[in-house]
């Protein structure tokens, strides 16, 4: 069974810092795209940030450029998404995802993505 667990979540300060950890298990990511959403109360879900097996590109939304940064450890079929600098509007809660694939097209679209965690909460006050 695949399983995406993420941690980390809590409360910030807006201009603060927090790292969130995504571990895969039942199947190996290694090969696969991977990706950071999040979702607030009411709206749809964000991109955050992906990070393609291929060449270990990395992509975000325009929202967290500059101060979000994403990373993996395909040894331990990890995911992490630092987070420096948070905003208030950024108070939701945060998933990580993962394709069957790498290399395809439309990588900061929810459909891109076969398998989701259950999400962490991340508040940041201001």
């Known amino acids: 069974q695949v399983q995406l667990v993420e941690s980390g979540g809590g409360l910030v300060q807006a201009g603060g810092s927090l790292r969130l950890s995504c571990a895969a298990s039942?199947?190996?990511?290694?090969?696969?795209?991977m990706g950071w959403f999040r979702q607030a109360p009411g709206k749809e879900r964000e991109f955050v940030a992906a990070?393609?097996?291929?060449?270990?590109?990395?992509y975000y939304g325009d929202s967290v450029k500059g101060r979000f940064a994403i990373s993996r450890d395909n040894a331990k079929n990890t995911m992490s998404l630092q987070m420096n600098s948070p905003k208030p509007e950024g108070t939701a809660v945060y998933y990580c995802?993962?394709?069957?694939?790498?290399?395809?097209?439309?990588?900061?679209?929810?459909?891109?993505?076969?398998?989701w965690g259950q999400g962490t909460q991340v508040t940041v006050s201001s």
């Open positions: 039942g199947r190996t990511f290694s090969s696969s795209d």
């Open positions: 990070m393609r097996w291929i060449a270990a590109s990395t």
């Open positions: 995802a993962a394709s069957l694939t790498s290399g395809g097209r439309g990588l900061d679209s929810t459909s891109y993505y076969n398998y």
